[in-house]
T-cell receptor, first 113, second 112 residues
Framework: QQQVKQSPQSLIVQKGGISIINCAYE??????FPWYQQFPGKGPALLIA?????SEKKEGRFTISFNKSAKQFSLHIMDSQPGDSATYFC????????????FGTGTQLKVEL | NAGVTQTPKFQVLKTGQSMTLQCAQD?????MSWYRQDPGMGLRLIHY???????DQGEVPNGYNVSRSTTEDFPLRLLSAAPSQTSVYFC???????????FGQGTRLTVV
């Protein structure tokens, strides 16, 4: 049972464009929603995270939008660069619950020149 | 700080063999966990620990054992390897009370 659904599976964006990745969750007990970035041969690294008491969080070119009523959240990458080409995972967890996270299936992003 | 260190980086096993994947962290984190990553399935939690001497099962625990005798180490044991356990394995750690996970570089395991 996939508790966190992620789309699209792959995404190609032109340099300077906006990359958008969407996730939906089912378990209303989740209250921590991180996004991880993974380069080939490396472990996932935390990119940005949000709690459900805010609707948006921005860090540089990366923004999480959160819709609690729809149980959806998304990652927006503004001014996408070739160096952003990686696999992105959304996840959901319970704050203070250790690193027990439920991950989406991943989105492979390619930013073309 | 080295962070989370996993060994080995690559391993090939024959069906039925046993082995231990090592994970060590030097950040004094209380929480540690093991995930497996398979194409199209994201990362799935195998086992986790909230402190030395305390472990519990995750989403896909069958065929794996763990123990946590120290804060620093959290080894994952495959008792009798099966081709279905071919995967990339990641260890992660978190400070107590936090959910942010710090991942190691992974171990790519192939069972033939």
């Amino acid at each position: 049972q996939q508790q966190v659904k992620q789309s699209p599976q792959s995404l190609i964006v032109q340099k300077g464009g906006i990359s958008i990745i969407n996730c939906a969750y089912e378990n209303t007990a989740f209250d921590y929603f991180p996004w991880y970035q993974q380069f080939p041969g490396k472990g996932p690294a935390l990119l940005i995270a949000i709690r459900p008491d805010v609707s948006e969080k921005k860090e540089g070119r990366f923004t999480i939008s959160f819709n609690k009523s729809a149980k959806q959240f998304s990652l927006h990458i503004m001014d996408s660069q070739p160096g952003d080409s990686a696999t992105y995972f959304c996840a959901a967890g319970i704050r203070g619950g250790g690193n027990k996270l439920t991950f989406g299936t991943g989105t492979q992003l390619k930013v073309e020149l | 700080n080295a962070g989370v260190t996993q060994t080995p980086k690559f391993q090939v096993l024959k069906t039925g063999q046993s082995m231990t994947l090592q994970c060590a962290q030097d950040m004094n984190h209380e929480y540690m966990s093991w995930y497996r990553q398979d194409p199209g399935m994201g990362l799935r939690l195998i086992h986790y620990s909230v402190g030395a001497g305390i472990t519990d099962q995750g989403e896909v625990p069958n065929g794996y054992n763990v123990s946590r005798s120290t804060t620093e180490d959290f080894p994952l044991r495959l008792l009798s390897a099966a081709p279905s356990q071919t995967s990339v394995y990641f260890c992660a750690s978190s400070p107590q009370g936090r959910t942010e996970a710090f991942f190691g570089q992974g171990t790519r395991l192939t069972v033939v």
